[in-house]
């Protein structure tokens, strides 16, 4: 590339960043606008293309299963470096594409539609496209359907900017108020303390300030005005420079300091005090560092003590394999150790200070039933007896990689008799256990057989679900950790072991179990099965056995029972599975009668668990509806047509508008045996997204008129109406005169304030069904339908028009006169189609203008 491209594409990326759209969440705006395109062009694929340096990410996509592609040898590569439509009807037969992957790889692209989305007008950041695996001829209203699209996207991508620096207002916000409580607490603290002094340095104007106490600790006089070479002159050399080398830490490295300082007061007191300070940030940059100072000269000796339990506490703290974590109940992180930065994947510069409701680390949860996303670290400071042995997955949004982290929370002080009103969080790596737990259940579930592992204390730690399905052993009762003799006791007590007295005959199988006679061995369960049983003790004490099932033949009534459990288990999986989903689920059988449903059913419709019934009827459920004025029609023909379809092998889709505003589909799919199973899903916020595009389609974005793809499929109508029915509309073609120097000479927001006020004014000449489109620039066109041939009405319109433009204006203080002027030009059968009545209303625009303009002429035939 030149030097130039160079720059405009590195200027462009700095937008593209700035945007932080790349690899954001799915928005069912993108998805429409997507799924839209594929259907207008009937291509499979259609992809909002981000284009990075290296690689292209898909905000949105139809028809591809990924989510990014590498950038080098693309269609949307190329797509990004034009400012037009990049139109390629057959890649196999373009010298520039037709070696790329997507054309020579297995999804064989052949037909390519693309056009650059640019953000603010400047910046190609993306692209739309469409894509198909055959050839396409491409028309010019195909052209502007892309275009269109284009724009629709670039005003979605406008919008997320907006919600991005809303959201960073809001953050700076929270963050001074943050920072202005703190600064308030720390004075407090310093004043409400007996004998301790208080001082702030404010970098920028080189300005310290001390309290009344910190003067009568340097026995300086109350008028004494100190900066910090004067407050330095009271100290020892030695003691300068440490709080020289603190303070240059503080203000460069953001880092706080405690210092023992030899002090020579002003009277000539040789004495020690105690010096800390603590940087303060404002946008990420230390302003200012606040401290305070106390005598320690009488308790010296102790202070050491205190100085040397504080290093080897924060040593130890800092040497931790195990992350530590100080929190506020506010959930302010006080304190953080190396370790849990590193666990964490975040520098400890990000860590300190932050508040855990504001981190966005990648951490999620899996404790809650009840589906619960809060963040465990959140949940710590507000709950922290939950919190505890709690394993959490941590992804890394860019990176992807993944571990596993248990983590513990405690309060520093459980009654808050001293005011510790803190959380200690732990977190410990686990990654390697869970790794190592997975590939061992992995083994233990795709063995043939039953497993069992018992740890050196004989206390049961896995087994594999064939080991409780072949001996009959309940879930519960091995998910309490029963140890070897409860489980044999277990087997006694049901007569497993056959008659005789439990107790006894647990205690010799555990007897036969010690002594290596039951290594290997065959038994018959309860049910009839016979087992190979065989065990291998491990090194540690431990023991592994397994169980195959080595039953020769059952016998047919063996069966029937294993084929009425099984259905019973498929049954009860059914259910649950049916009970889980997101979707609102029906089932009915061939008579018309609901036999199962879960509760998004209900909610969806806004039934009460009372008011469905096994075996009730699709039309009573309907005439129950339609009492409440929630079905129309009649339930009975309904439900016939609907069965009619169904029995016919079709799956039935519907659209249902709840009277409380909810949209709903209905998907109704028939079962082999004559009945049928609903899926109901609320696409509310779908259907809206959608209405919302389409309007953005069909609108100009300034002034809220039709734009020129409506305009111009209005006026299709009314040659449509002519040839039909004869009925006749006109055509009036409005500029608006001396537009260009307002624009010149106040501005393009003044311009722009006019257009908008002055399509108010074209608005209110005009009738409800007459159509005002803004055709581009300060070009605007009127479409007047005839009442009964009144055809003086466009004459009248037009005389409004002109009176109401040529009206004052009054914009941000500025008195502003234009005028319009108007031609007009007749739509009806025999005018030859939308073309001709445009350039004759446009002929007829050029003579007012020629005329001296701020007026209205009608085109006549020379």
Not at 251 to 261: I, K, N, P, S, T
Not at 268 to 293: K, L, Q, S, Y
Not at 440 to 463: A, E
Not at 538 to 553: E, K, Q, W, Y
Request: net charge negative; with cysteine.
């Amino acid at each position: 590339m030149t030097l130039a491209q160079v720059q405009v594409e590195e200027e462009r990326l700095e937008a593209l960043h700035r945007l932080s759209i790349l690899h954001t969440e799915r928005l069912p705006e993108f998805d429409a606008v997507v799924a839209n395109a594929s259907k207008l062009f009937g291509c499979p694929v259609s992809v909002i293309s981000v284009v990075d340096q290296d690689e292209i990410w898909f905000k949105a996509a139809v028809g591809l299963n990924v989510n990014e592609v590498p950038r080098e040898n693309s269609f949307c590569g190329q797509t990004i470096l034009s400012d037009d439509v990049v139109i390629v009807p057959d890649a196999t037969k373009d010298e520039k594409f037709r070696d790329i992957p997507l054309v020579t790889g297995d999804f064989g692209a052949r037909f390519y539609l693309g056009c650059p989305v640019k953000l603010d007008g400047k910046h190609r950041v993306a692209t739309i496209c469409v894509m198909d695996t055959k050839p396409h001829s491409v028309t010019q209203a195909d052209v502007e359907h892309i275009k269109n699209a284009a724009q629709v996207v670039e005003g979605l991508f406008k919008a997320h900017k907006a919600g991005n620096e809303t959201q960073a207002a809001l953050h700076q916000a929270a963050s001074e108020r943050d920072k202005a409580r703190q600064n308030q607490a720390l004075l407090d603290k310093i004043t409400q303390v007996s004998g301790v002094g208080g001082w702030e340095y404010e970098i920028a104007s080189d300005r310290l300030v001390w309290t009344s106490r910190t003067h009568d600790i340097h026995a300086a006089r109350e008028d004494f005005d100190p900066d910090l070479r004067a407050m330095l002159s009271f100290y020892a050399e030695e003691s300068r420079k440490a709080f020289e080398k603190a303070m240059n830490s503080a203000v460069r490295a953001g880092r706080e300091f405690d210092l023992e300082m030899r002090l020579l007061t002003a009277d000539h007191a040789d004495t020690w005090v105690h010096m800390t300070g603590r940087p303060v940030f404002e946008n990420g940059i230390v302003n200012r560092v606040v401290g305070a100072v106390q005598p320690i000269a009488d308790d010296k000796p102790k202070q050491r003590e205190i100085v040397a339990s504080e290093y080897l506490r924060r040593t130890t703290f800092e040497a931790l394999r195990e992350g530590v974590l100080l929190l506020s109940k506010a959930g302010k992180i006080l304190s953080v150790n190396p370790a849990a930065c590193e666990l964490l994947g975040c520098e400890q510069s990000a860590l300190d200070g932050a508040n855990v409701n504001d981190l966005d680390i990648g951490l999620q949860d899996f404790f809650s039933s009840s589906g619960d996303r809060t963040s465990p670290l959140q949940l710590a400071t507000l709950e922290p007896d939950r919190v505890l042995d709690l394993e959490v997955q941590l992804t890394k949004p860019h990176s992807g990689t993944m571990k596993w982290l248990r983590i513990s929370a405690k309060p520093l002080e459980e009654a808050n008799e001293k005011g510790l009103n803190n959380v200690v969080v732990s977190l410990t790596d686990i990654t390697n256990v869970k790794q190592q737990a997975a590939t061992l259940q992995i083994f233990f579930d795709n063995f043939p057989g039953g497993l069992v592992h018992y740890d050196s204390q004989l206390r049961l730690t896995f087994w594999n679900e064939e080991f409780s399905r072949l001996l009959d052993i309940p879930q519960s009762f091995l998910e309490t950790g029963p140890d070897l003799p409860e489980v044999i006791q277990y087997f006694a007590n049901r007569g497993d072991y056959g008659p005789g007295d439990p107790a006894q005959i647990a205690s010799d199988r555990l007897v036969k179990f010690g002594t290596g006679g039951l290594n290997a061995y065959e038994r018959k369960t309860r049910n009839g099965k016979i087992l190979e049983v065989r065990g291998t003790s491990l090194p540690d004490g431990g023991n592994v056995s397994s169980f195959l099932d080595i039953t020769a033949r059952k016998n047919m009534e063996v069966q029937l029972v294993e084929k009425e459990k099984l259905a019973s288990d498929r049954l009860h999986k059914l259910e649950a599975v049916i009970a889980n989903m997101r979707q609102g689920v029906s089932v009915f059988d061939n008579h018309g009668c609901i036999t199962l449903w879960n509760s998004h059913f209900l909610e969806l419709f806004g039934k009460s668990e009372t008011e469905i019934k096994k075996g009730m009827s699709l039309i009573d459920v309907l005439e129950r509806e339609k009492e409440r004025g929630e079905f129309k029609g009649d339930p009975s023909t309904f439900y016939a047509e609907l069965k009619a379809k169904l029995d016919a092998g079709d799956v039935v889709k519907t659209t249902f508008k709840h009277p409380n505003g909810t949209i709903i589909s209905i998907v109704r799919t028939p079962l082999p045996d004559g009945g049928w199973v609903g899926t109901h899903e609320d696409i509310t916020s779908r259907e809206k997204a959608t209405e919302k595009i389409t309007y953005a389609a069909h609108h100009d974005t300034l002034t809220g008129l039709a734009n020129r793809t409506l305009f111009n499929a209005r006026l299709d109508e009314a040659i449509d109406r002519a040839e039909r029915y004869d009925e006749a509309s006109d055509l009036l073609m409005i500029d608006l005169d001396r537009f260009k120097p307002v624009n010149d000479t106040y501005g393009h927001d003044v311009g722009d304030k006019l257009l908008i006020q002055a399509a108010k004014r074209l608005k209110e000449c005009v009738r409800s069904n007459d159509t005002v489109a803004r055709l581009g620039g300060d070009e605007f066109a009127i479409i007047v339908q005839h009442p009964d041939g009144e055809r003086s009405l466009a004459t009248k319109i037009a005389r409004r028009v002109v009176e109401k433009l040529k009206a004052p204006y009054t914009i941000d203080g500025h008195i502003i006169e234009i005028s319009g002027s108007v031609g007009i030009a007749s739509i009806a059968e025999n005018e030859r189609g939308a073309n001709t009545a445009l350039k004759r209303a446009d002929l007829a625009l050029y003579e007012v203008k020629n005329e001296g303009r701020d007026g209205f002429k009608y085109f006549v035939e020379r």
